[in-house]
């Protein structure tokens, strides 16, 4: 079955870094684009990123992109998320996400989510 | 970029009623429209996809409908488990939520 575990969030102050990391199983990793998607305390779903199955193409929402960078390991059936320059609004719950139908349903949908991590960002 | 709208923000109902939510693009996005159920504490988890196909394993009391820029969610006979927030996803270009709808119980 598939599975996705988010690990390494924390509490961070603000302007330092934080590498968060999904470890997936249960399906061929390689094959699929992955997202990152947030939820801030008590709010609504933000999509963040998402990468190509093969890690050549990455796409970032406006409010991370310059500050976050999106990767994978496909040798090691992992997707990565660092965080850097991180701001207070950047605490949320932190989903990874299998993508599905994109390139052929435009960027697609998330069809297998983790449990997720929370990142704080307070001094 | 594109907005998308839900209505209601929130909506009581009892078991065995039936429910329709509303998503509304602020430009057209074809069918690149997906739902999700989101309990509290839980992840989200996909229903449907391209407006109108049912996730494997989801019940067919679900149903989605819509292209362009108008959209639905149905839900034909609500069952305890469907107290929950709903949130529609654009895939027309780089992904974006709507709000989301609180199902609450009546």
């Known amino acids: 079955q598939v599975q996705l575990v988010e690990s390494g969030g924390g509490v961070v102050q603000p302007g330092r870094s934080l590498r968060l990391t999904c470890a997936a199983s249960?399906?061929?990793?390689?094959?699929?684009?992955m997202h990152w998607v947030r939820q801030a305390p008590g709010k609504g779903l933000e999509w963040v990123a998402l990468?190509?199955?093969?890690?050549?193409?990455?796409y970032y929402a406006d409010s991370v992109k310059g500050r976050f960078t999106i990767s994978r390991d496909n040798s090691k059936n992992t997707l990565f998320l660092q965080m850097n320059s991180l701001k207070p609004e950047d605490t949320a719950v932190y989903y990874c996400?299998?993508?599905?139908?994109?390139?052929?349903?435009?960027?697609?949908?998330?069809?297998?989510w983790g449990q997720g991590t929370l990142v704080t960002v307070s001094s | 970029d594109i907005q998308m709208t839900q209505s209601p923000s929130s909506l009581s109902a009892s078991v065995g009623d039936r429910v329709t939510i509303t998503c509304r693009a602020s430009?057209?996005?074809?069918?690149?429209l997906n739902w999700y159920q989101q309990r509290p504490g839980k992840a989200p988890k996909l229903l449907i996809y391209?407006?109108?196909s049912l996730q494997s394993g989801v019940p067919s009391r679900f149903s989605g409908s819509g292209s362009g820029t108008d959209f639905t969610l149905t839900v034909s006979s609500l069952q305890p488990e469907d107290f929950a927030t709903y949130y529609c996803?654009?895939?027309?270009?780089?992904?974006?939520f709507g709000q989301g709808t609180k199902l609450e119980i009546k």
């Open positions: 996803q654009q895939g027309y270009t780089t992904p974006g």
């Open positions: 249960g399906f061929t990793f390689s094959s699929y684009p």
């Open positions: 990468i190509s199955h093969d890690g050549n193409k990455e």
């Open positions: 391209d407006a109108s």
């Open positions: 996400a299998r993508g599905n139908g994109f390139g052929y349903r435009g960027y697609g949908w998330g069809d297998y």
């Open positions: 430009q057209s996005i074809n069918t690149y």
